[in-house]
């Protein structure tokens, strides 16, 4: 079974940058579109970025020209650069498959202070 592990949340105040890594496991990303998604306390998870198989991206407007994704197909891996994060970016933040085709994984938690 596909595994999904998210990594690299954590505490960050207002302006600040983080990274965060996504691994597959048990499953190969190179022929799929991957996303992140989040969920901020009481809202529906929401999708924010998406990249295709051959690198072309595609994101949200409320992280447009702030975040950045990218994969690393031969390590089955995607990561999400975040910078001038805002508080309302706090949220757990989710790797998967455009489809949501796989198991969700934990998350990461990031936490944006004003």
């Known amino acids: 079974q596909v595994q999904l592990a998210e990594s690299g949340g954590g505490l960050v105040q207002a302006g600040g940058s983080l990274r965060l890594s996504c691994v597959v496991s048990?499953?190969?990303?190179?022929?799929?579109?991957m996303a992140w998604f989040r969920q901020a306390p009481g809202k529906q998870r929401e999708l924010v970025a998406s990249i295709t198989r051959d690198g072309t991206s595609t994101y949200q407007d409320f992280v447009k020209g702030r975040f950045t994704i990218s994969r690393d197909n031969y390590n089955n891996m995607m990561y999400l650069q975040m910078n001038s994060l805002k508080p309302e970016d706090t949220a757990v933040y989710y790797c998967?498959?455009?489809?949501?085709?796989?198991?969700w994984g934990r998350g990461t938690q990031v936490t944006v202070s004003s």
């Open positions: 998967n498959n455009e489809r949501i085709v796989w198991p």
């Open positions: 048990n499953g190969y990303i190179a022929f799929t579109t």
